[in-house]
């Protein structure tokens, strides 16, 4: 199967850690990507990581693998009130057409 | 660096109507180009994919009839929706990839069938 799913909303207070759950089903896939949505917005791709790794870290994101247990996950430090978005994971496959398959979409509401 | 563009944002038409909606990639050659499709408060749905002077691979259950896509140009790809019904009505967000795996996205473009 190919299905990814995602927690549907998240609320934290301002200042502090955010962290985003996604699991996914194909353990082919060979990258998986957070993106974020604002409203009325495209996605904006936030961090990637490659499969053969575990942890990613970029300024205020972290993401983890942990590939045995197909879940993925995005760690947002001192969160901040322009963070208040819909967060997508999505992986790819190296083979054929390069498809995304996309969760269900997280959304974030940061409390000031 | 990684920009795509989508024109036009907002379009609103009568019913039976097309209505052509474009995606550039601005700075990059786009080996290939997806459209998807998004409803309110949803995930997106990939309609299809598209290369560069080929055909487009429609995904199950999308009408290549309704949904007409060329993608004449490495920087340019364009779906055309024939006939459109208030049901078409819907946020269509386009994503080129270049010569690595990475999708970079569109703004989208918000069409409303009346």
């Known amino acids: 199967g190919e299905d990814v799913e995602q927690s549907l909303f998240l609320s934290v207070r301002e200042g502090d850690s955010s962290v985003i759950n996604c699991t996914y089903t194909d353990s082919s896939s060979t990258y998986l990507y957070w993106y974020k949505q604002e409203p009325g917005a495209g996605l904006q791709l936030l961090t990637y990581?490659?499969?053969?790794?575990d942890m990613k870290q970029d300024q205020r994101l972290t993401v983890l693998l942990n590939k045995k247990d197909k879940h993925l996950s995005l760690r947002i430090a001192d969160t901040q009130t322009g963070d208040s978005a819909i967060y997508f994971c999505?992986?790819?496959?190296?083979?054929?057409?390069?498809?995304?398959?996309f969760g269900t979409g997280t959304r974030l509401k940061v409390l000031a | 660096g990684a920009v795509v563009s989508q024109h036009p944002s907002w379009v609103i038409c009568k019913s039976g109507t097309s209505v052509k909606i474009e995606c550039r990639s601005l700075?990059?050659?786009?080996?290939?180009m997806f459209w998807y499709r998004q409803f309110p408060k949803q995930s997106l749905m990939l309609m299809a994919t598209s290369n560069e002077g080929s055909k487009a691979t429609y995904e199950q259950g999308v009408e290549k009839d309704k949904f007409l896509i060329n993608h004449a140009s490495l920087t340019l790809s364009t779906l055309t929706v024939t006939s459109a019904h208030p049901e078409d009505s819907s946020f269509y967000i386009c994503?080129?990839?270049?010569?690595?795996?990475?999708?970079?996205f569109g703004p989208g473009t918000r069409l409303l069938v009346l």
């Open positions: 999505a992986e790819s496959k190296t083979s054929g057409t390069y498809k995304y398959i």
């Open positions: 994503s080129a990839k270049g010569s690595y795996e990475t999708q970079y």
């Open positions: 990581i490659f499969s053969n790794m």
């Open positions: 700075d990059f050659q786009a080996t290939t």
